[in-house]
C-alpha cells in the first residue's frame, strides 16, 4: 500500500487516476466538513474540495514533505480555496440563497473556531487509527451506528464502545494540549 506522499508523487504520470482517487477517498470527507464548517453552504463546501484536488492535481510536484503531510498540505489548499471564495462572494455578492450568518462572527468562520479546528485535528492524529476511523466516519461523514458497522463488518455495539471511548481519549488529549471545550 503506498504512502500518500508516493500516491501525490505518483499523481501527475498515473493515466488511470487511481492515484489521485485514492487521496480523494481519504481525504474528501474531512476536507468537506471542514469547508461546510467554514462555508455555511454545501454546494459551495462540494465546489471547494473539488477545487482542492484539482489544485493538488495540477501543483503536484509542488508538495514538500519536509515541510509537512500530504494532510497537512490539502488542508492548507482547502484554506486557500475557501478564502479564494469568500473575496469571489464578496465581489459578486450571490442572491439570498444562503442562510444569513450570525451577526457575532460576520466573515463566518472566525480565526478561533478555525485554530479549535486544526488542533482537534491534530488530537485526532495522535488517536489509535481504530478510534481515528470511528470518529471521521461519525462526526465529519455524518454516518449513523449502523452504517458505521455496516461500513467496518463490526457490531453495532463495538462501534458504539469504540466511538464513546474514541471521544474520550479525544477529549484527553485536546485537555493535554491545553484546549477546553
Known amino acids: 500500500m503506498a504512502t500518500d506522499a508516493q500516491l501525490l508523487a505518483k499523481i501527475s504520470s498515473d493515466a488511470t487516476g487511481e492515484a489521485l482517487r485514492a487521496l480523494y477517498r481519504s481525504y474528501a470527507g474531512e476536507l468537506y466538513g471542514f469547508a461546510l464548517n467554514a462555508l455555511g453552504d454545501r454546494g459551495t463546501a462540494e465546489e471547494v474540495v ?5 489544485r493538488a492535481w495540477r501543483h503536484a510536484e509542488a508538495y514538500d514533505p519536509t515541510r509537512g503531510s500530504v494532510r497537512t498540505w490539502l488542508y492548507q489548499i482547502a484554506r486557500h480555496a475557501i478564502i479564494d471564495t469568500r473575496r469571489r462572494a464578496a465581489v459578486r455578492p ?5 442562510e444569513p450568518r450570525d451577526e457575532q462572527d460576520p466573515e463566518g468562520l472566525s480565526i478561533e473556531r478555525a485554530m479549535l479546528g486544526w488542533q482537534v485535528a491534530s488530537a485526532l492524529e495522535k488517536l489509535t487509527p481504530e478510534h481515528r476511523q470511528v470518529i471521521r466516519l461519525a462526526h465529519v461523514q455524518g454516518l449513523a451506528v449502523r452504517e458505521i458497522a455496516e461500513r467496518l463488518g463490526l457490531p ?12 474520550r481519549s479525544l477529549r484527553l488529549v485536546l485537555e493535554e494540549m491545553g484546549v477546553r471545550a
Open 156 to 167: 453495532e455495539g463495538t462501534v458504539k464502545s469504540r466511538t464513546w471511548y474514541a471521544l
Open 50 to 54: 473539488q477545487e482542492v484536488f484539482t
Open 94 to 98: 450571490a442572491l439570498a440563497l444562503h
